[in-house]
């Protein structure tokens, strides 16, 4: 029928027809805000007087991990010539014969409690202080991920007055655990949660070995604990394909042969009124919230009640890092898509919030003060720890940012 139509009426007015097609692009215009041309960056914190940190972890991309001698740094501040600037020194981004301890059978993290290893995230929280969460792990040279030791794994918190640390928890190996991956962290600061009154902070375990969760820090006492270890929740989908500019996405372990995707609960964020947690997998497409009441409690009950407590929020796509603003929305990567999306808590649906051709794979969100959401587009997809098990990433990497509706800000709690 099409054919003998087409036959008729001549190809000329088929090649003029104007079809419907995918405009690529939606919401406001992002705005470039730096160019990463030196290492492989992940996060992004930026503070009240609009100074930006990033970190650039040695687990997902051997190339970025410190060996003693190759100047490699973790965290940096993002200078106003696009150049970077290890932070909060030099001196804590150098571990003394590098990251990896090589004397231990197989290889482990240095257990430097003083030194940054292999940092995950870099958060501002509501007191405008600056949180390096380390995972003390990196990968050796051919893509291993050492497991952790005692002091590898840490928070630590900076004071941006005068760049010094004023704060580090270290975490026992009962809560971080050797192939724990402690991925992403927020902090609510209501001094009426914990009797010590300094707050708390949430941190997903996205571990692709599996034994993924929350860990939950009194930040005054310094305690920790877990909760939703093994959920079904926390952990990855079963048979997880994500796709990224139509190409689908399988995972490759040194000496391992390929499989699905296996990183469990990554992307985390407070609800603006801090009364509930959200939380994903990176291999999943769901969005789970569940109350910071029920993760504060260590009572006999408390992990029984914690599961049950868990809400299914629905479906959002594929997504990294998460991010809150004054609006409640919680925004969200939707890779899949070249997108970004919010979950408005009051009518229960996504929306799309931009899409451009520039955005493959949103790693890490950071709203403002003055207005913005800011975040990483990394290619991290494109790295040695997937299908075809090469590098194939592109420099730079980008920092966008754009104006978020309604004139929202940054969530100030506490
Ligand atoms: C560290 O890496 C640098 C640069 O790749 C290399 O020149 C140096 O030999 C390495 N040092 C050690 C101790 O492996
Ligand atoms: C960029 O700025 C930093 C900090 O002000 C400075 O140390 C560095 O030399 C500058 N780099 C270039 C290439 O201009
Ligand atoms: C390396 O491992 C050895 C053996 O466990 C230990 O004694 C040493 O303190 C470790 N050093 C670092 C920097 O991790
Ligand atoms: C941060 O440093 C400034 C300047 O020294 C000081 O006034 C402030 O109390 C410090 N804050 C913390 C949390 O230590
Ligand atoms: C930074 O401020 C803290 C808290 O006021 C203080 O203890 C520390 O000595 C200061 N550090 C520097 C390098 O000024
Ligand atoms: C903490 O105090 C705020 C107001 O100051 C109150 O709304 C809230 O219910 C209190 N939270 C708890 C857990 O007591
Ligand atoms: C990778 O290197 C580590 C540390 O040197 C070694 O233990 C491991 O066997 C190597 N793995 C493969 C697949 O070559
Ligand atoms: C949900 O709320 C958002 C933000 O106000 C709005 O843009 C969207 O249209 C709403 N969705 C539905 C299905 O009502
Ligand atoms: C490390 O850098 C080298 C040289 O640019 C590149 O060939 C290799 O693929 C990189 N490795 C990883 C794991 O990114
Ligand atoms: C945002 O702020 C601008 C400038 O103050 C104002 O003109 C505009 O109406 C505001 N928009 C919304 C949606 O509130």
């Known amino acids: 029928m099409l054919k003998s139509i087409a036959t ?19 919401g406001p215009p992002l705005e470039l805000v730096h160019l990463y041309y030196d290492e492989f960056p992940t996060g992004i914190a930026v503070s009240s007087a609009g100074r930006m940190f990033s970190n650039y972890p040695g687990g997902l991309d051997s ?23 290890p932070y909060p020194s030099a001196e804590m981004n150098n571990p003394p014969g590098g990251a990896i301890n090589y004397t231990t059978y197989p290889p482990t993290g240095a257990n430097y409690q003083q030194y940054l290893i292999g940092v995950q995230s870099v958060v501002v929280d509501p007191h405008d202080r600056l949180w390096i969460l380390d995972t003390g792990r990196v990968s050796t040279n051919n893509g291993t991920l050492v497991p952790a030791s005692y002091g590898g794994p840490k928070l630590i918190g900076v004071n ?59 930040l005054g006492t310094g ?31 040194p ?12 992307g985390i964020a407070l609800s603006a009124d801090e009364s509930d947690l959200y939380f994903g997998s990176v291999s999943g497409r769901y969005l789970y ?58 009518n229960g649906t996504v929306t799309l919030f931009v899409r451009d051709p520039r955005i493959n794979w949103v790693d890490t969100m950071s709203t403002s003060t003055n207005g913005y959401l800011y975040f990483t587009v990394n290619q991290l997809y494109l790295g040695a720890g997937f299908y075809p098990g090469t590098d194939r990433k592109t420099r730079p990497f980008a920092l966008f940012r754009v104006p978020l509706p309604n004139n929202a800000t940054k969530p100030i709690l506490g």
């Open 8 to 26: 008729f009426m001549g190809f000329g007015l088929l090649s003029i027809a104007q079809l419907l097609k995918d405009p690529g692009v939606a």
């Open 63 to 85: 190339n970025d991990t410190n060996n003693g001698s190759n100047g490699k740094y973790t965290v940096a501040e993002l200078m106003p010539n696009n150049t970077e600037t």
């Open 160 to 218: 941006l007055s005068n760049n010094t640390v004023f704060q580090t928890i270290v975490f026992p190996t009962t809560v971080a655990f050797a192939d724990s991956y402690l991925n992403d962290v927020r902090f609510d600061l209501r001094p009426n949660i914990t009797s010590s009154g300094k707050g708390v902070a949430y941190i997903t375990d996205s571990s692709v070995e599996g034994r993924n969760g929350i860990v939950i820090v009194d």
């Open 223 to 253: 305690e920790s604990w877990r909760h939703l270890t093994g959920a079904a929740q926390t952990r990855p989908e079963q048979e997880f394909v994500a796709y990224v500019w139509g190409v689908p996405i399988y995972q490759f372990q």
């Open 255 to 266: 000496g391992g042969p390929f499989t699905y995707s296996s990183f469990g609960s990554d």
């Open 289 to 346: 919230s569940v109350p910071t009441k029920a993760l504060r409690d260590r009572s006999a009950t408390s992990e029984i009640l914690a599961q049950q407590m868990i809400l299914n929020r629905g479906q959002k796509g594929v997504s990294d890092g998460f991010e809150t603003d004054t609006n409640g929305f919680i925004y969200h990567g939707n890779m899949e898509q070249n997108a970004i999306s919010f979950f408005n808590p009051a």
